[in-house]
């Protein structure tokens, strides 16, 4: 009887060992979940109501609105580097983000500058004048000019986004070139 009794202990040990391993697993996939890869929407509007999702950012990489496909992707961050397309490799680097500044690819030099992010606005260049003033970007809302309208918003972000992030979906959008 003494043997079984072991068995049966030794079994229970290994039991509550594997389910501690499975909590903790199922942690880990909850937390990644969650994590700063999940999915943000981008909503377009005509400046009253933000109605169309138009685009989503989805494990870093712009995406359109309902597809499945990562190869749909138009550009993907991968910390401060904008990758054309879905791979993130440093062959597809189009701009660096640096100092609040986009630069076209490695960007080392001001005249590599192609838009300046100050103020919760997108200057065109290295500026910050106010004739330079392409769109701002005020609580998660892109407005058309220096304005912060309802009548001059163009496109609601839904999340939370890093400023590379917010010039990849403005590249997407065909709102910066």
């Known amino acids: 009887m003494r043997s079984l009794e072991r068995i049966y202990?030794?079994?229970?040990?290994?039991?509550?060992?594997?389910?501690?391993?499975m909590?903790?697993?199922?942690a880990?996939?909850?937390l990644f979940s969650v994590s700063g890869l999940a999915q943000i929407r981008v909503f377009s509007?005509?400046?009253?109501?933000?109605?169309?999702?138009?685009?989503?950012?989805?494990?870093?990489?712009?995406?359109?609105?309902?597809g499945y496909s990562v190869n749909d992707a138009f550009y993907t961050v991968v910390g401060n580097k904008i990758m054309?397309?879905?791979?993130?490799?440093e062959f597809d680097l189009v701009y660096t983000v640096r100092d609040n500044k986009l630069y076209?690819?490695?960007?080392?030099?001001?005249?590599?500058?192609?838009y300046t992010f100050a103020d919760d606005k997108i200057y065109r260049g290295d500026s910050n004048f106010e004739l330079d003033v392409l769109y701002n970007f005020r609580e998660n809302?892109?407005?058309?000019?220096?304005q912060s309208?309802?009548?001059?918003?163009l496109f609601l972000v839904e999340g939370e986004i890093t400023l590379a992030q917010l010039f990849a979906i403005m590249l997407s959008l065909d709102l910066l070139a």
């Not at 054309?84 to 490799?89: I, L, Q, R």
């Not at 809302?141 to 220096?146: L, N």
């Open 149 to 153: 309208f309802s009548t001059d918003a």
């Open 104 to 114: 076209t690819g490695q960007g080392m030099y001001t005249s590599q500058i192609a």
């Open 23 to 26: 909590m903790f697993l199922l």
């Open 45 to 66: 509007g005509n400046g009253h109501y933000f109605t169309d999702m138009v685009l989503r950012l989805d494990n870093n990489r712009t995406l359109p609105p309902f």
């Open 28 to 30: 880990c996939i909850f």
């Open 84 to 89: 054309k397309g879905p791979m993130g490799s």
């Open 141 to 146: 809302v892109i407005y058309a000019g220096s």
């Open 9 to 21: 202990v030794a079994s229970f040990a290994q039991n509550k060992a594997s389910i501690k391993k």
